[in-house]
């Protein structure tokens, strides 16, 4: 049974964000263990060093601007310690995470997730009580 809870993003953890206006049909990389796609319109982000892509729905949901360029994540995250190893499904592909990583989803319902190291989260997100 999961164990869920609400997080918000630290408000001085930014990210650097584009957004992918190109004529593409998209692409795919290799990332947290598998291949990942990216569309047309989706988002490349920089979040400290962790580069990867954001789909253009869920990064105009989640994300609002605070200067050119510099994006904070707005929404509330729900989260869990994984137990054991193994992967969740994301929006480019599937994150694999290590027993101890955190287990990140945008909604409450447990959809739309990735994973990071408990280190990396715990450096970004707090409780949202």
Request: net charge negative; with cysteine.
């Amino acid at each position: 049974m999961r164990e869920l809870r609400r997080y918000r993003r630290l408000p001085d953890q930014y990210v650097i964000a584009i957004p992918l206006r190109l004529d593409t049909d998209g692409f795919s990389y290799r990332k947290w263990g598998g291949e990942q796609q990216c569309k047309p319109g989706d988002w490349l982000v920089d979040d400290d060093g962790d580069i990867h892509t954001v789909d253009a729905d869920v990064f105009a949901a989640t994300y609002r601007q605070i200067h050119r360029g510099a994006y904070v994540k707005c929404s509330p995250v729900w989260a869990e310690v994984a137990r054991e190893a193994g992967s969740v499904a994301t929006k480019e592909g599937r994150t694999s995470y290590n027993r101890g990583d955190v287990v990140v989803f945008n909604n409450e319902d447990g959809t739309d997730g990735y994973a990071m190291t408990a280190e990396r989260f715990n450096s970004r997100y707090e409780p949202d009580q």
